[in-house]
């Protein structure tokens, strides 16, 4: 809608902001130090307000806590505009000189009414309005953030469209400690997709399809690239067991824990013909590969990240790599070689400089810049630019207007029904990382968090005369797994959750679902339907060390 894929902001700008309306973000648990500006400006005056279906940590410091109902963003997002365009609560300037589309939104939004999102999304009227009239009223200094619990839907593209309506509506792109800003995963997610790791895009966000882009990569590479965009991981994945496609490499991702539908996933890999893992740990992943190659990890390796907030930073070897390891760089340097293509870079400020070369937002980051000044934000044309705190500045990033989105609320693919009754949704806890492969080596973390549980509403589990700690039995459609009962209030009534990190004792994944959304094939890890049952027969709460979810 605006043209980039990444907070529109800076993470130091979410403490200077007045509003901030965080939408399925576990935030203190997944982003402990963005939390603390969030906390900071809470402190300084600021009202937050936390979208999410869980009692999150973070709603003890919100002023409201909009506890909807599982999937069910986009009404309550719908409203909030339709009540910003009946009290003129929107930025009407912006609005005419940055925006299109804004009459066909307002005639689109205008069956929200409160009433209306309230049946759908359990929030009060009351608290709809007055939601709506505390934004308008702090906008543009506000800030909307999200992560996963709004992109990980069968609707997730229209929930960030929901939330962009939102933004454009109150003019928050393209001014200081506001914007439209999602929190990124894993500590270089944003660099690799800025370096290119998706389909469509070539490094620096530059289409594939556009003109002229590919013919310049051509003549850099001095190799023919694909006309059209690649696939992604879920179509992969599909064509793996199909045999279009044969041979994968899988670098850093532990699929098999981590895919939905684990079966599915384990299937597709095997069905592959060869299968190279390239991972610092031996995976359940890289344990399905013909060839397994060991890689450094970022303490041991030297190159550039770039975070949340578009900031490129270098990582330096601390210490060296054990036994064979070796950063990735050299090793795919090295298959370069022995594949007949021989690479002019050497090391990786090498790769970084034809980075820089061929990626015009990268244009003015240098090694050398790096280090005196600690790391640049993109866009960086060149070498006397500062790095861009906020993007959108005078325009939207994508040179045109921002276009508004009427989306509708769809509801996840898998609904809970007689045979499923309960809804599973999946995420993180602060003490564990993913799959496990990293933290479950810990000692400490084991402490914290021995194993997995399932968070449970005490209503439902009384329901299901389940006590706290003993074991339950959780399936769904596609497999069922065992883990310990935690009732808790964060859990609201009807909704369960689970981490995925302890996939040897308990595969969350098993359990979830084959949905996914139609525009970026992202699946829909935060809903499925499923049911819970005592196990009956063992001992109980033997060993329930059963840890709070706090
Ligand atoms: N400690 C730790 N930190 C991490 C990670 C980790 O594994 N461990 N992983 C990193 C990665 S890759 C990522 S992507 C981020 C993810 O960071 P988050 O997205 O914050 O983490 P999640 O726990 O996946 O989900 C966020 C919240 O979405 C809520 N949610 C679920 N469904 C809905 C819904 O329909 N609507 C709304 N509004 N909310 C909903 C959930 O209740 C949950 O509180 O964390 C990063 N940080
Ligand atoms: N049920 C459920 N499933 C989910 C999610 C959910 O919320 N619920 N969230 C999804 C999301 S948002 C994400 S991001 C994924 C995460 O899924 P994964 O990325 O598969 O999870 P990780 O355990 O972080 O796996 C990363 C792997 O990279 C390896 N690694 C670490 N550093 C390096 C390195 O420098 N080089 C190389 N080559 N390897 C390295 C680690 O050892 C590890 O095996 O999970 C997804 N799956
Ligand atoms: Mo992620």
Redesign the pocket.
Known sequence: MVGKGAMSNSIEELANTDFLFV?????T????VIALRMKRAVRNGATLVV????K?ELTRWANRH?Q??????IP?YNAMARVMIEEELYDRDYVENRTEGFQQFARHVEMYTPEYASDICGISPEDIVRTAREFGAAAPKASIC????????SCGSH?VQALANLGMMAGLFGRPNAGVNP????NN?QGASDAGAIPTDLPGYQKIESPGVREKFERAWGAKLPKRRGITKITAMDQMLRGKVRAVYVMGENTVVSDPHANHAKKALEAADFLVVQDIFMTDTARLADVVLPAASFAESEGTFANSERRVQRVRPAVPPPGEAQPDVDILLQLFRRMGKPQNSRTAEDAWDEMRRLSPIHAGITYKRLDQEGGLQWPCPNEEHPGSMYLHGDDMESGMPGFFAPVDHIP?AEQPDEQYPLAL??????????TGTQ?GRAAGFDLLVPHEFLEINPADASELSIRNGEKVRVTSRRGEVEVHANVTEKSPRG?V?M?F?FPDSTLTNALTSDAYDFITETPE???CAVRVERIPNIQHAANGKTPSAD
């Open positions: 939408a399925g973000s576990n935030t648990e997944a982003h402990p979208v999410d279906p869980r999150i909009l909807i109902r599982l999937g069910t963003d309550l999200y992560t996963v619990g709004v992109t990980e839907h929930n929190l990124r995963g894993q997610v996840p949704t999946t995420g993180r806890r602060r003490s564990t990382y993913h933290t909704t959750f981490s990190a890890f935060k809903a």
